[in-house]
């Protein structure tokens, strides 16, 4: 084989292991996600989830570190699921749909990276405190209360 050869052959090699190597960087990212179900109310300004937390009987005995944590995470916004809060920044809570309605509850669905995870501690009604970022969302479905 002569030189122009060779180079032809590796110049090709690199080029298909640079495709190899994007599309698994693309994969790997996707799948990291966490999916979560919040409800539509919201967002809810971290500081009034704190608050409550401080005031309310139901998270009396919460755990001091998480709330000390949660009010070092400053300006955040706050959707609520049944067993967490998930905390995100303004950007990520404007991907959100935000509904107040009556006589119904709406679930929105989405995808997100979940940075840190802690708990409120051994309270009457136990919730994690997940901090997410890179939210995606993927849509809502929409319930009727019974007896509505």
């Not at 139901?58 to 709330?67: A, H, I, K, R």
């Not at 995470?73 to 967490?84: C, E, I, P, R």
Request: net charge negative.
């Amino acid at each position: 084989m002569n030189n122009k050869s060779i180079i032809a052959v590796v110049i090709l090699l690199l080029a298909v292991l640079s495709l190899v190597l994007v599309y698994s960087f693309e994969e790997t990212d996707d799948s990291t996600k966490t999916p979560i179900t919040v409800y539509s109310e919201g967002p809810i300004p971290l500081t009034e989830i704190i608050k409550d937390i401080k005031t309310a009987e139901y998270y009396e005995g919460y755990d001091n570190e998480t709330l000390a944590w949660m009010e070092s995470l400053g300006n955040k916004q706050v959707f609520v699921s049944d067993d967490a809060f998930v905390v995100m920044n303004s950007w990520d809570a404007r991907k959100i749909p935000s509904q107040y309605v009556c006589d119904v509850y709406i679930e929105e669905f989405i995808e997100c990276n979940v940075l840190e995870n802690h708990s409120i501690g051994n309270v009457k009604y136990p919730k994690d405190v997940l901090l997410v970022e890179d939210v995606d969302y993927l849509g809502q479905e929409v319930h009727d209360l019974q007896g509505s």
